[in-house]
């Protein structure tokens, strides 16, 4: 009698299906259980990004395992949109990465518990972040312990179109202009509907980075949210002035025209704006272009010197099953030996300062023209720091929704940001 | 064991059946019977290991609050509590569901019909158009949404289309007021996948039945009222239902297209309950919003199904 054959019923049916059912979540629970046992030398590391980081980080990672043989690391480069959820979901399942790139949101982790702690570690290496990172040392810090070593780190800074610069007679941008040499050479260089003279400053580091050259700042370093400041609201007025009634920015609507996501970015390499603050990211590709002729410079200033920074640093989560080795590896991708590589691949600003001020750096073998490397570490040197509040995310959102109407021209700076403080008072709990 | 479907003649340490009527049954169905528990629970199983033990769980969760990192702490009914009197963008993101589903479904409902109808006649070159008419179906969401942010620029093609009749059209998805029916229309896109279905059924409507009525006198528009629609109702009832649970589910466009802005005028309930669960890690907060779409999904597919009886026409059913 085969199987087909035997008593069958109804009942039988779904107890056995219920025990294959529960035999299933058992054997997906083992699994997570496996490749545990102490002294693996098999490290994960989580990254985000594209095709660029992904060679960038895996060269790196070969170079470290050149130098530790006995290492072997996995690289698993998430897609930017989605890494945050992928390694939460690799966290709560048990199997989360050794090392970990984080960013602003780093004390979402930290103040869960879910990264380690490194102040031990940088003891026993003796690593000294303030010398090997400058000002970013220990911006990864949470109540005073440091969860992530800076691995990244780049100001942003102004790309200028230098053809159009020059046709106009408008002398090369530097650290001392004002915002209004900044709001003059725009609108010299905006032609009404064709070309703006500035991408604008919607986006929150740069916004930002105008509050902060204005006195002000979003969370002060208490934690507590301070974003209807009048040094605030005065800065944001300005960066919407610049939009509606300077009309040197375009606006949300005309970049919707320009095509799908448009943003200053594509905007610049186009030629449709003559001067955009962003991060390093478009350098490599800039440099590999014919259409525009551009440099970069610092970014400018208001009462004060400052500028947001992009950076991300290397932390080890909670799961990682062998926490030293994981250091040794981090100590290695932020050192001397492991950081050209981040330049030389096109990727980012290394956050080690000596490569930073290195040749390896300010004129890259792959840089064609001459560019102003040099912006970078000039502007690190004012560039302020942003406290990473546990609940950033939240934050964000708080502004995307809030600052909606104020980006569409409907709404004023300051009534926008009291809506905002509100709200952030509620998100931020006093401590 | 009163469901055994097997003869006690063929196992005699059987214990003898009940009293109760045993239904025997003939070795070939009992074949297929067996076969269709085989076949069928690659599904159940499914069901029970990544459907039902997480639903359960979340209903657990629902009642906690949860980083998805630390143990859940218990809070009772807190989250639904805050949920309905302490969140005023859930009520939004419920208002502007509600809103989509309203008008997306009737909709999509009428426009299928209306397709269908015109492609049952004998025009020209009609296999062309029912092509045309279902290709939007089969093109990735994800693709027709970044065409549609390029049909709704400001100054994108379908302004310019108003433009020509004097209409000064809005900017769709960056205005509050109109971004909802931006997505409608977004929806009505792929009405081509009901089309198709009330097609094939209307082209299965007895040729006779309209023969006869010609014969009585009944003109195009009686005959689509009295013959095709009802034959057609039960897959317009089917469409009804799939197209209520996936309109209070809609992810993706608000994902792509609008991140729910601006200021949440296109926020949806699921798109709100990703963001809970994976932007601001609270599971526990986020299971709840999960629970009370689920109940108002229930709820409307209930009403659906209590109303059919009046209007949905079943050829084996007659009453």
């Not at chain 1, 926490?323 to 290695?332: E, G, Y």
Request: charge should be negative; proline fraction near 6%.
């Amino acid at each position: 009698m085969g199987i087909m054959d035997t008593n069958f019923s109804r009942r039988g049916f779904l107890t056995s299906t219920l025990v294959a059912a529960a035999g299933v979540i058992t054997l997906t629970a083992c699994g997570s259980d496996s490749g545990g046992g102490g002294g693996d030398s098999r490290l994960v590391m989580t990254v985000w990004g594209g095709e660029v980081d992904k060679a960038a980080y895996q060269a790196r990672i070969d170079a470290l395992v050149e130098a530790y043989p006995e290492m072997s690391v996995t690289l698993q480069l998430i897609l930017s949109d989605s890494y945050a959820q992928k390694v939460q979901t690799m966290i709560a399942g048990g199997s989360g990465p050794d090392i970990m790139q984080v960013a602003e949101n780093v004390n979402v982790y930290s103040s869960k518990n879910q990264l380690l702690p490194l102040d031990e570690h940088i003891a026993t290496a003796k690593l000294d972040l303030d010398s090997r990172f400058g000002p970013v040392g220990s911006v990864y810090s949470y109540e005073d312990t440091v969860y992530a070593i800076p691995d990244r780190s780049g100001a942003a800074i102004l790309y200028y179109n230098k053809g159009l610069f020059e046709s106009a007679g408008i002398s090369a941008p530097t650290a001392d202009w004002t915002w209004d040499d900044m709001l003059s050479a725009a609108q010299e260089l905006t032609v009404p509907g064709e070309r703006w003279g500035y991408a604008g400053a919607g986006w929150w580091p740069l916004w930002w980075s105008f509050a902060h050259q204005n006195g002000g700042a979003i969370i002060d370093e208490a934690g507590r949210p301070t974003a209807d400041s009048d040094a605030v609201v005065e800065a944001l007025q300005y960066c919407g002035d610049l939009v509606f009634k300077h009309k040197v920015v375009p606006s949300t609507i005309d970049y919707a025209n320009m095509g799908t996501d448009m943003g200053g970015d594509p905007a610049f390499a186009a030629g449709l704006v003559a001067m955009n603050t962003t991060g390093f990211w478009n350098v490599g590709s800039l440099a590999e272009q014919d259409t525009v002729e551009w440099d970069i410079a610092p970014m400018w200033r208001g009462k004060e010197q400052a500028v947001a920074t992009f950076g991300s640093g290397l932390a080890i989560s909670r799961t990682a099953k062998d926490p030293a080795l994981a250091f040794k590896a981090i100590d290695f991708l932020t050192s001397d030996k492991s950081q050209p590589l981040v330049i030389s691949m096109k990727q980012d600003v290394p956050a080690n300062v000596e490569v930073q001020q290195s040749d390896a750096f300010l004129s890259p073998s792959w840089m064609t023209d001459p560019v102003n490397m040099q912006a970078f570490p000039e502007s690190s040197s004012f560039a302020f720091k942003s406290t990473f509040i546990p609940q950033w995310n939240e934050m964000q959102q708080a502004f995307t929704d809030g600052l909606a109407d104020f980006w569409l021209g409907k709404q004023e700076a300051a009534p926008a940001l009291a809506t905002i403080q509100e709200r952030l008072e509620s998100i931020i709990p006093a401590k | 064991m009163a469901t055994s479907l097997s003869p006690s003649a063929t196992k005699p340490t059987e214990p003898p059946a009940p009293a109760a009527p045993v239904r025997r049954m003939s070795t070939s169905r009992k074949r297929e019977a067996r076969y269709f528990y085989l076949f069928i629970s690659p599904w159940i199983v499914g069901f029970l290991a990544f459907m039902l033990g997480p639903m359960i769980a979340s209903v657990y969760y629902s009642l906690t609050d949860w980083d998805t990192f630390t143990p859940p702490t218990f809070v009772g009914i807190d989250n639904y509590v805050r949920l309905f009197t302490e969140d005023p963008i859930f009520w939004k993101a419920l208002g502007n569901t509600f809103y989509y589903a309203a008008i997306s479904v009737p909709l999509g409902l009428v426009l299928g019909l209306w397709l269908a109808h015109l492609l049952n006649k004998q025009v020209r070159a009609r296999k062309l158009f029912r092509t045309l008419i279902y290709l939007p179906t089969l093109v990735p969401l994800v693709a027709t949404a970044m065409i549609f942010q390029m049909v709704l620029a400001p100054d994108g093609p379908l302004n310019g289309l108003l433009g020509w009749f004097g209409i000064d059209g809005p900017a769709w998805l960056l205005d509050p007021d109109w971004v909802k029916p931006a997505l409608i229309l977004l929806s009505a896109w792929g009405a081509g996948g009901a089309t198709v279905l009330l097609l094939a059924t209307m082209k299965g409507i007895p040729n006779e039945f309209y023969e006869a009525a010609e014969i009585d006198g009944a003109g195009s528009a009686r005959q689509f009222r009295s013959i095709t629609f009802p034959q057609v109702t039960p897959i317009i009832f089917f469409n009804l239902i799939m197209g209520l649970i996936g309109a209070f589910q809609i992810f993706s466009q608000v994902y792509i297209l609008t991140s729910g802005g601006p200021n949440n005028a296109s926020q949806m309930v699921v798109p709100l309950l990703f963001n809970e669960a994976f932007s601001y890690y609270r599971m526990g907060y986020a299971s709840a919003i999960s629970w009370v779409l689920f109940v108002i999904i229930l709820l409307f597919t209930l009403v659906a199904f209590r109303t059919s009886r009046r209007w949905v026409f079943y050829e084996t059913a007659m009453r």
